[in-house]
């Protein structure tokens, strides 16, 4: 079994600045992608940011400039910082990795549990 499993979050102020940390664990073999997906009350979940094993990123236009993923390959992690946060950005975000184990060899799709960040105006 794998899994990936988020920290940090919380409550900040406007303009304000959190780091979300996530770590993938168990038989892992390999990983493609890690990344950061969100859903806001009432929407969908949409893409954050995520960084391939190439160390290519994409980040969701809304928070480009803002928003920082870092991914270490050797520890399976991912952080992403987040600055001059806004009330928008209130979300839960949640950690997904595409892990290939030891057992299959073939990449699935692992989402954490979702830490909530929530900023007041």
């Known amino acids: 079994q794998v899994q990936v499993v988020e920290s940090g979050g919380g409550l900040v102020q406007y303009g304000g600045s959190l780091r979300l940390s996530c770590a993938a664990s168990?038989?892992?073999?390999?990983?493609?992608?890690m990344g950061w997906y969100r859903q806001a009350p009432g929407k969908g979940r949409e893409l954050v940011a995520q960084q391939s094993n190439d160390g290519t990123t994409n980040y969701a236009d809304s928070v480009k400039g803002r928003f920082t993923i870092s991914r270490d390959n050797v520890k399976n992690t991912v952080s992403l910082q987040m600055n001059s946060l806004k009330p928008e950005d209130t979300a839960t975000y949640y950690c997904?990795?595409?892990?290939?184990?030891?057992?299959?060899?073939?990449?699935?799709?692992?989402w954490g549990q979702g830490t909530l960040v929530k900023v007041s105006s």
């Open positions: 168990g038989n892992i073999f390999s990983i493609s992608t």
């Open positions: 997904n990795g595409i892990i290939a184990t030891m057992f299959s060899y073939n990449y699935v799709e692992v």
